[in-house]
Each structure stands twice: as structure tokens, then as C-alpha cells.
């Protein structure tokens, strides 16, 4: 394993824009603080590493509602607590938790609720103005355009101040767009999984960020895990399809390749895939999770990894003659995605 380089000197002052808000390159996403991938981590241990990440120059720390039924958003709050006005918080609503309709299905964007979540939302968070709330879900129940209004009355009122959506179709996006400016669009896209390409000529056009969530595609491209690595129950790995041991043992094909190209740019694994996906646009602002400071510090040192014009068009050009196998979340989790 190639030793991470921690060089993160110039990492504060590499900004990028999602829409017109203006982010550090690399976020930070904070849903593993309520144990998503195994036990639940120190709460004092999460927030000393938020605030570490601030003092490191990330801008911009990403939860939701549905991380731990609000217990994730407390957390965030209490950690940017001190520096609250110098940096984006980044929440989401959308699956169908603390409703009064619990019968109505797995999301939930019907006005009242939006608002009633918003609500709690900021006071589980602590603060008065969220920065940029997602819609976590689309809900075919009810039209693109009321949620967007909905949002554009608490942008009016003071209580969001950017709109953005989830695992959304171009189709969607520009329907709300038309009502509410859409600053960034948040999905799945790694090295692994690809399919927000399909998006990338609507965002340029309507001036909409990308942030991908799973950029290392839950750890797996870092090399930590291959096709002899037991996932406990508790982990919510076990239950992706396209880390089923057998289709771990085919996708190996991914991490090989990642661990030889960060051999070639004296990076580690990891850094080698957060740089590619820097490298791909300069409006998209991945959001890796961690629960280690080590890590945090190697993610970060992503942002000064450079290829040049060559080495991006072979690193493509051998991607594209590969195939995952397997889905990226669980029959009843890719039902909601694309909508």
C-alpha cells in the first residue's frame, strides 16, 4: 500500500461553486457519525474530527433527516456551532420519517411535510438558515413543481437559502429548475458507477453542481476490502448487491486498477479516485465520509492530485471497456433512484 501523501497545504484556498454557492473542493459527508458502516463512533470523536476538517479548510459538511432519525443533524450542529457562519450545511429531506401519514410509502415530499421537516431540521441543527437542502427522494405523488415552490417560499421566508435534489433525472431537474434554481444535484458516482455522466450537458447548461455521494463507493476502491472480506450485518454494506462476495470477487477488476494508477501518481487508492472525480468537472464537489482523522487528511490531499490531458484519456478510455456487476443499492433503494 503506497503511504498517503498528506500534503494539504493549498487545500484551503481550492474552492468550487455549485450553482452560486461557493464550496471548499472536497466536502465532508458526516452520515457515518450515527454508525452506518458498523458501530457508531464516539460522538465527541465526530465532532473533534468536523471541526479538524474545518480548521483544514472543508466548507461544506453534509447530513439529512434520515442519518440516524435526526441524531446525525444534532451532531453537525453542535460541531460547525463555533464557526457556524463560515460554512455550508447541507441537509435533506424526503423519506417518509416523522410523518402523519406513516402509511403513505418511503417518501414523503408533500408540502406540509416538507415543512414540518425543514422545521426540525434546523432546530436539530441549531441554526436559523440551512444552506442547501435536498430533496433526499423524488415522490412521483406529488409534481417536481409544488415541491419547488414549496422551497422557493422558504428561501423567501429565510429559512433555506439553496434548493437541491437526489438521484433525480434530467427531465425532473430542469422541471424544478424552471420554478426554483437548482444549485447542486446529489448521486451515487464513482469510479464504480458512472451513471450521473448522463447528466452532465443539463447541469452545464442550467448551472448546477454535482456532489457525489459514495465516491469511494463505500470504501471499496480505497483496497480495504476485496473478495475474502466478511461485512458484519451491522454494516450497511452487506446488503449492496455489487458487494455480494461473488461480484465482489469481479469488481476486484475496479481496485486493481485504481491501486496501479495511484502506484503511478505516488497517491494512495483513495486519492487517486476522489482526483478523478475532481478531474471530471470543475462544478462537482465530492462528499467522502470518515470517521478517522487519518483519512480525512488523505481525502483531502485529493484536491492537489493533477493529471494531465493523456493520462485522463487512458484512464477513461480502459474504464470504458469495463463492467460492474451487480446493482448499487438494495431492489427496493433502486426503485426511488432516476425518477
Not at 96 to 104: A, L, Q, V, W
Not at 156 to 169: L, P, R, V
Request: with cysteine.
Amino acid at each position: 500500500m503506497v503511504e498517503p501523501e498528506l500534503n494539504d497545504t493549498n487545500f484551503s484556498t481550492q474552492k468550487r461553486k455549485l450553482g452560486t454557492l461557493e464550496v471548499s473542493a472536497i466536502a465532508l459527508g458526516c452520515m457515518e457519525a450515527v454508525g452506518v458502516y458498523g458501530p457508531k463512533p464516539d460522538r465527541n470523536q465526530m465532532i473533534n474530527l468536523i471541526r479538524k476538517a474545518y480548521e483544514k479548510g472543508v466548507t461544506y459538511f453534509d447530513t439529512a433527516q434520515a442519518y440516524g432519525m435526526g441524531a446525525d443533524e444534532e451532531i453537525v450542529g453542535e460541531a460547525v456551532k463555533p464557526f457556524r457562519d463560515k460554512v455550508v450545511i447541507a441537509s435533506k429531506w424526503g423519506f417518509n420519517m416523522e410523518s402523519d401519514d406513516p402509511n403513505r410509502g418511503p417518501v414523503n415530499s408533500d408540502p406540509k411535510h416538507i415543512r414540518k421537516i425543514v422545521e426540525l431540521s434546523l432546530k436539530r441543527l441549531n441554526t436559523d438558515v440551512i444552506d442547501l437542502m435536498y430533496q433526499h427522494r423524488v415522490d412521483p405523488k406529488v409534481p417536481i413543481e409544488d415541491v419547488a415552490g414549496t422551497i422557493k417560499d422558504l428561501i423567501q421566508e429565510g429559512k433555506i437559502k439553496h434548493f437541491g435534489m437526489c438521484e433525480a433525472s434530467a427531465e425532473t431537474i430542469r422541471k424544478a429548475h424552471t420554478v426554483q434554481a437548482v444549485s447542486a444535484v446529489q448521486s451515487e458516482y464513482s469510479i464504480l458507477w458512472r451513471g450521473p455522466e448522463t447528466l452532465f450537458s443539463t447541469l452545464e447548461e442550467l448551472n448546477i453542481g454535482l456532489v457525489p455521494w459514495c465516491p469511494l463507493a463505500a470504501g471499496f476502491l480505497t483496497g480495504t476490502i476485496n473478495e475474502n472480506t466478511v461485512i458484519p450485518v451491522n454494516d450497511a454494506r452487506v446488503t449492496v448487491p455489487r458487494l455480494f462476495p461473488d461480484n465482489r470477487k469481479e469488481n476486484m477488476q475496479y481496485v486493481h486498477f485504481v491501486i496501479d494508477w495511484a502506484k503511478r501518481k505516488n497517491c494512495t487508492p483513495a486519492q487517486f479516485a476522489l482526483a478523478w472525480i475532481l478531474a471530471q468537472k470543475p462544478w462537482i464537489v465530492p462528499i467522502p465520509g470518515t470517521t478517522k482523522m487519518a483519512h480525512l487528511e488523505e481525502n483531502i490531499g485529493a484536491a492537489n492530485i493533477v493529471f494531465t490531458i493523456a493520462e485522463m484519456h487512458e484512464i477513461n478510455q480502459d474504464l470504458a471497456k469495463m463492467t460492474v456487476k451487480g446493482d448499487r443499492l438494495r431492489p427496493e433503494a433502486m426503485k426511488l433512484v432516476g425518477l
